[in-house]
């Protein structure tokens, strides 16, 4: 009768473990998780050629929705391969005049264009740390007027 209820308080261990480990994977459901809002916008009114801000701190796992705002009177692109490479991209929305959807884009995404007076949002979660230091604006003669910057992810 001891080994019987030894053998049970043993199972009856195991199958706590193992609850208790299958319900921490449950709580790391990524698509439960609520958007941290990241603004960046690609230049300004007066033709500055600057990402603001322009550097970037994120953390693997997280959910973003890092919203591109170019209120420049020119086009901008946000480009970086390190950083493609660094999350995975749930989407891309492009949102029409009244802030309503009209378009998602969706797989892997190494630039977003932008034109003057737009925004485009950027759902992603980033699965890769490490220091990114290749993020620029692709038109001839931004990035080397300034329109370069870092990302951070941790």
Known sequence: MMVSNIL???????????????????????????????RIELGDKTGTLKFFPSTLELETGKLYRMTLINYSPEKHYFSSDGFSQSVFTRKVQVNGANGKPIAEIKGNIREVEVYPGNKVEWWLVPVKAGEIKDLKCTIPGHAEAGMVGAITIK
């Open 8 to 38: 049970t308080t043993s199972l009856k261990v195991q199958l706590l473990i193992f609850l208790s480990l299958s319900n921490s994977f449950a709580l790391g459901d990524l698509t439960k998780q609520e958007p941290i809002e990241v």
